[in-house]
């Protein structure tokens, strides 16, 4: 059985590591420092076979030098030269297996131009999504466009219901407070904040999420409804998804 654990990093990052049950080895996904990874293996006793890197952002490939150096692990990441250390660069639709399971590439371009996302279909299926989904939001637009991250977002909505969503940051109860005023009127995702409330008050992450929870909450998945729509007419242009998507990140990043 494969069990995925979060590595808290810096002051809000997630390094995913999966394990496999009596393999003794681990994958992690994204290690923006090492001593996290280092101090779990010494810890467990488990041995690093392979890394997936999403893409360039210091606060995900920072620890990849010293991770590779010391254990010499495989690892599988965008096809981008300023990332050091790739052993396999991968793209859109791209297949391989680790773990005992088969993962696909996703090109995830808006964040990031190099942005991917690693889809492993299973029961349940995985989505290591990095900065692309956050429980609740999606990140910045440092290098794409609106209507990249809209159709990465629409993509992953296309995902089943039960699939987990492994954004990299704890960013939950910023982007559903701002969903409170994106859409005011949202009975499941007020439920839901109050949940991740007394879970952060536990130091307990609130992640995973799943494509199921994110298209009843989040209204970067939800723009092309006219709860959202009404919500963020104030805002800017909301006379269809786009335009809705377009504004809701807009007014995000000042919020």
């Known amino acids: ?71 010499a692990p495989h690892v599988i990441g965008p096809d981008n030269p300023d990332i050091g250390g790739i052993d396999d660069t991968v793209g859109e639709g791209d297949r391989f297996r680790l773990m005992g399971r088969h993962f696909e590439v996703m090109a995830t371009p808006g964040h990031t131009l190099d942005h991917i996302a690693f889809l492993s279909s299973g029961t349940p299926s995985l989505l290591f999504c990095a900065d692309t989904l956050f429980c609740g939001g999606c990140g910045r637009l440092f290098e794409g466009t609106p209507e990249q991250m809209h159709q990465a977002l629409t993509r992953f909505a296309e995902l089943d219901d039960d699939t987990l969503v492994f954004g990299a940051h704890e960013y939950t109860l910023s982007n559903l407070k701002f969903a409170q005023a994106a859409e005011p009127d949202n009975s499941a995702r007020d439920a839901l904040l109050d949940e991740c409330q007394k879970a952060r008050a536990l130091d307990r992450p609130t992640l995973p999420s799943t494509i199921g929870r994110e298209r009843l909450i989040n209204p970067f998945m939800r723009a092309h409804l006219e709860s959202v729509q009404r919500g963020v007419s104030e805002q800017g242009e909301s006379h269809d998804a786009l335009a809705t998507f377009a504004t809701l990140r807009a007014w995000k990043d000042r919020f």
């Not at 810890?43 to 995900?60: E, F, N, P, V």
């Open 1 to 71: 059985m494969l069990t995925v654990k979060p590595l808290p990093a810096f002051q809000d990052n997630y390094i995913w590591v999966m394990e496999q049950d009596n393999s003794g080895s681990v994958v992690v996904v994204d290690p923006g420092e090492a001593q996290p990874v280092v101090d779990y293996l010494e810890r467990t006793g488990a041995r690093l076979d392979a890394i997936l890197i999403t893409h360039h952002h210091k606060d995900h490939t920072g620890g990849l030098a010293e991770l590779k150096k010391r254990y």
